[in-house]
C-alpha cells in the first residue's frame, strides 16, 4: 500500500500552496453534529482559500435531527414554525490536515455560530466541550483524554448489507480475536491503511488491535488535550467508515449488532495537569492518587446516572450492559478492576489515571468528555470525598449502584438533572432531552421482528 506522504499537519499558507500547485483541489469543510458526525460542504479548494476559509453556512436542522435525518417537532432551537434558517461554520484553521484516503483533498473542523450574533451555538458539542475546558482552566487545570474506538469489520460492503435487509450479517472473522495476531493478519488490508492514513493526517495513533468478538477492532489513540482527543476520535470514527468501504467491506459502531455477540464501547481516560505535571499524581497518596483525583472521581461517579445519556445515547446503546462482557453494570471504581465502571489504571505512577467504561461505541466525543469534566470540577469544587473501591466481580456487588439500564431511564435522570443543569444550562439540557425522547418515541412506533416470532402464532 502506498501512503499519501503529504505533512502531518497544515498551516493555512501551507494550504495555500498546495491549491496552487494543483496538489490540493477539494476542501472537506465539517462540523460534528449530535450524533458525532462529520457535516459539511466539499469546497474547491481555490473558493475556499480566497473566501470561504473566513465562514460558510449551513441549515439549523442540522443540530436538532437524527440518525436518519428527521425533523422532530419540540425543538426550541429550530422548527419548521421558525422556518430553519442557517448557522454560521467557522473554520477553526488549526485543524487543517491533509485527508491521505482521499485523492487532492485537506479537511478543517468548524465551529457553529448563530448566524446573527457570530456567538457558539450552545448545544453545539464542540462549544459544549469547549465550556467545560474553561471552566477547567479557570481552576488551573488541563485536561487530557484519550478515547478507545472499538467497532465490527463485516465481509461485506455497506450496500450489500443494507439490500439485503441487515440480515445473515457476517463478521470478517470467524472466532474472538482479542490480541489476536495470525487473525488480525487477515484484517491488514483494512486496518493497515486506517493506521497509516490517519497517522498521515496528523492523529497520534498508538495502535490497533482485534477485540473480544469475532469481527471486531479496536484503535487507540494517544492522550491528546481533550478537545485534540475529541476531534481525533471524530475523524478516525468518520476515516474508518470511509476506509472500509474503500477496500470492500463495512465498519460499524453500533454497540450491540447481535444479541449473542460482545458489544462494542469508547473507553475514554482522562487526567488533569497543572503547569505540567500530573496533577492526578502524588506518591504520598494511596494509589499514588492526589487529593484532586480523588474529589474528581468522586465527582465523575456519583454524577454519572444523569449523564449516562451522553455515553448511551440510543435505544440500542442499553443492550450492550450485560454481565459478564466487560461491559459494566454499576457506577463503581475499582483498580484495574474490568468489571467496574470506572477503572483506576497506572496504579502508584505519574501515569494514574481514571477510564470511564460506560460509554458506548456510538458516543459523542463532544459531548461525553463535556459532561464527565463538568461532574469532575464539581467533584473538586465540592471537595467531595471518594468512597473506597470496590473489589472483585463487581457484577455480583448488590450494594453497587446500577447504571441506567435503558434509554427511558437515563432520559428521566437526564431531564431531571439539577447538576447538568447547573453546568451546562437549562436550553443544553432541554435539547438533548428532546433527542433522547425523540429516539424512545421512534422506536416504540416499530413492530420489531422478535415481536412477530413470538407472538405471530402464539399469542
Known sequence: MKVNKMPATLTFDDMKTQVADGTVDTVLVCFVDMQGRLMGKRFHGANFVET??????????????????????????????????????????????????????VMVLCDVLDHHTHEPVPHSPRAILKKQIKRLEALGFEAKMATELEFFLFEKTLDEIRKGGFRDLAPISSYNEDYHIFQTTKEEGVMRPIRNHLYAAGLPIENSKGEAEAGQEELNIRYSPALECADYHSIAKHAIKEIAWQNGHAATFLPKWHKDRVGSSSHVHQSLWKDGEAA??????????????????????????????????????????????????????????????????????????????????????????????AAGIKGIEDAMELAPATTGDVYEDAKAMDIPQTLRDATQTLRGSKFLREVLGDDVVDHYTRAAEWEQEEFDRVVTDWEIARGFERA
Open 52 to 105: 470561504s476559509f473566513e465562514e460558510t453556512h449551513c441549515c439549523n436542522y442540522l443540530l436538532a435531527t437524527d440518525l436518519e435525518m428527521a425533523t422532530p417537532e419540540g425543538y426550541a432551537s429550530t422548527s419548521w414554525e421558525t422556518g430553519y434558517g442557517d448557522y454560521v461554520m467557522k473554520p477553526d484553521l488549526t485543524t487543517l490536515r491533509p485527508v491521505p484516503w482521499l485523492e487532492g483533498t
Open 280 to 373: 492526578f499524581f502524588d506518591k504520598s497518596g494511596k494509589h499514588g492518587m492526589s487529593k484532586v483525583m480523588e474529589h474528581y472521581m468522586a465527582g465523575l461517579i456519583h454524577y454519572s446516572p444523569e449523564y449516562t445519556y451522553f455515553l448511551a445515547p440510543y435505544v440500542n446503546s442499553y443492550k450492550r450492559f450485560s454481565k459478564g462482557t466487560f461491559a459494566p453494570t454499576k457506577t463503581v471504581w475499582s483498580v484495574d478492576n474490568r468489571t467496574a465502571g470506572f477503572r483506576l489504571c497506572g496504579e502508584g505512577t505519574k501515569g494514574v489515571r481514571v477510564e470511564c467504561r460506560i460509554g458506548g461505541s456510538d458516543l459523542n466525543p463532544y459531548l461525553a468528555q463535556a459532561v464527565m469534566l
